[in-house]
């Protein structure tokens, strides 16, 4: 029996998702509920949001500041340099949780060290494709200040290496964040240049999605979803930065990541990360650009 054309798919995604107004306010709760009450958290972020916002403090204040080890050097692209920096911290500081906030560089170090810190040898190694992923990594708690790269439902990280123009995709089934908290009110402090090119990531990968051969119905319906909310409310997010808007963004982007992990985004991204590397294209409005053009080549497919 088929259903519209489908006879089987897969589907995968076991992120537990918290969304809403004031729900950074779980995160003490979920870190508990995850490690224990007396957890040592490795908490990675960027190096001057958090702290200009006043939400630095508030974070370490709920998990509880002596169970606390501050990673506070992420920037955009994290490398594998960098990587294997915050893996050294992480293990020296015994820390038994990671918690990640910040846009997609901080969620996308913070995965890969929670994962790398369980590994034996050099996280290099595995940065590399020297060696495989063998063991569950520490939980890890994903919470995005940003609404463009979905890295909070996702099972990858990208890391960067900018001087010899290299990227480096890590990706497996063990690597999806245990938690996301989306708080629509973090989205908020975003400017507008950066809300317009992290809502062009994931209003990007949503079309990419949804012309993969990987689609299915579920990532249909979604993409479907995302496609439609970015195009109502991306332009107001960006020039107006209304709650609403902000709101429906941040749900989209995650919509879209929850659609991508099972159907991957593709020739958009592919273009885009050369374009990041050799002329330093932010990412979003890197692979954005070439969006029209395959939406014109793909047209009598979809």
Not at 14 to 27: C, D, E, M, Q, R
């Amino acid at each position: 029996m088929t259903v519209d054309g489908i006879t089987s798919f897969t589907w995968f995604n076991p992120t537990k998702i918290v969304y809403g107004a004031g729900s950074i306010s779980t995160l003490g709760g979920a870190v508990s509920g995850i490690s224990g009450e007396s957890a040592r958290v490795l908490l990675v972020t960027g190096r001057e949001h958090l702290r200009s916002t006043g939400l630095l403090e508030k974070i370490v204040e709920d998990i509880g500041p002596e169970q606390v080890t501050l990673f506070d050097k992420v920037g955009p692209y994290p490398s594998p340099t960098l990587v294997e920096e915050a893996v050294g911290v992480c293990r020296s500081s015994s820390s038994e949780l990671v918690v990640a906030v910040g846009g997609g560089s901080a969620l996308d170090l913070g995965k890969a060290v929670a994962v790398l810190s369980c590994q034996s040898g050099s996280s290099r190694e595995y940065v590399y494709g020297e060696r495989k992923l063998s063991q569950k990594g520490l939980p890890f708690i994903a919470v995005p200040t940003t609404s463009g790269s979905s890295s909070e439902v996702t099972s990858g990280a990208a890391l960067w290496d900018m001087e010899n123009k290299a990227l480096y995709p890590m990706s497996h089934p063990i690597m999806f964040p245990d938690v996301a908290i989306v708080d629509p009110q973090l989205s908020m402090s975003m400017g507008q240049r950066l809300t317009a090119v992290t809502g062009m990531d994931a209003f990007t990968s949503a079309f990419e999605s949804y012309w993969s051969t990987e689609s299915g119905p579920l990532s249909d319906t979604l993409d479907l979803r995302v496609i439609g909310a970015f195009s109502d409310h991306l332009e107001n997010s960006t020039i107006r930065g209304d709650f609403e808007s902000r709101s429906v963004c941040a749900l989209a982007a995650t919509m879209s990541g929850i659609a991508y992990s099972n159907s991957r985004p593709n020739v958009c991204h592919r273009i885009g990360s050369p374009l990041t590397l050799y002329w330093g294209i932010a990412h979003g409005q890197a692979v954005g650009v070439s969006l029209s053009a395959f939406l014109r080549w793909n047209a009598p497919a979809i």
